[in-house]
T-cell receptor
């Protein structure tokens, strides 16, 4: 049973527009959430994170929103750029990022120019 | 700065052979993680170490899999004997546990094919 779900396998967006990637989780014990970006033939690269005590975290073009009551988080990329085209993984853990990360299966984002 | 280094990048071998995957974590990092990525199951944790000590190996699929961390700068994941269903991309990640919620940093993986 998947504890972290990314229900959209793919997303296509035009350059300059907003990309919204979604993630749902089932385990209410999760208290730390991360987004990773992955290019082909490379390892996942950390993008942004959020603790369960917050509902928003922003870093440049990237913002993560957390809705604990809905067990839902989203990653917003504004404006989207062609270089953002990659697979995005949502991950969650109990007790900070030092323990096991549970990953979603990823969403492939394609940004066209 | 050197990131997490994994070797080999690709490994093709016949079933029944022993396979050893290697990982050098980022210098100063004291937690190390082994993950496996497959189409069916996605990215899943196999085992992780804190300060060279295995903490959680519940993700290791079978006794055919073993992992060691003899020192702070080196870890191995061994499969003996290997089977075709072990074909996957294996990632190593490391993290420093001080300074708040530091993320895990991943290597570029080893693509393993068992024929």
């Amino acid at each position: 049973d998947q504890q972290v779900k990314q229900n959209s396998p793919s997303l296509s967006v035009q350059e300059g527009r907003i990309s919204i990637l979604n993630c749902d989780y089932t385990n209410s014990m999760f208290d730390y959430f991360l987004w990773y970006k992955k290019y082909p033939a490379e390892g996942p690269t950390f993008l942004i994170s959020i603790s369960s005590i917050k509902d928003k975290n922003e870093d440049g073009r990237f913002t993560v929103f957390l809705n604990k009551s809905a067990k839902h988080l989203s990653l917003h990329i504004v404006p989207s750029q062609p270089g953002d085209s990659a697979v995005y993984f949502c991950a969650a853990s109990v007790g900070q990022a030092g323990t096991a990360l549970i990953f979603g299966k990823g969403t492939t984002l394609s940004v066209s120019s | 700065d050197a990131g997490v280094i994994q070797s080999p990048r690709h490994e093709v071998t016949e079933m029944g052979q022993e396979v050893t995957l290697r990982c050098k974590p980022i210098s100063g990092h004291n937690s190390l993680f082994w993950y496996r990525q497959t189409m069916m199951r996605g990215l899943e944790l196999l085992i992780y170490f804190n300060n060279n000590v295995p903490i959680d190996d519940s993700g290791m699929p079978e006794d055919r899999f073993s992992a060691k961390m003899p020192n702070a700068s080196f870890s191995t994941l061994k499969i003996q004997p290997s089977e075709p269903r072990d074909s996957a991309v294996y990632f190593c990640a490391s993290r420093i546990t001080t300074g708040g919620n530091q993320p895990q940093h991943f290597g570029d993986g080893t693509r393993l094919s068992i024929l």
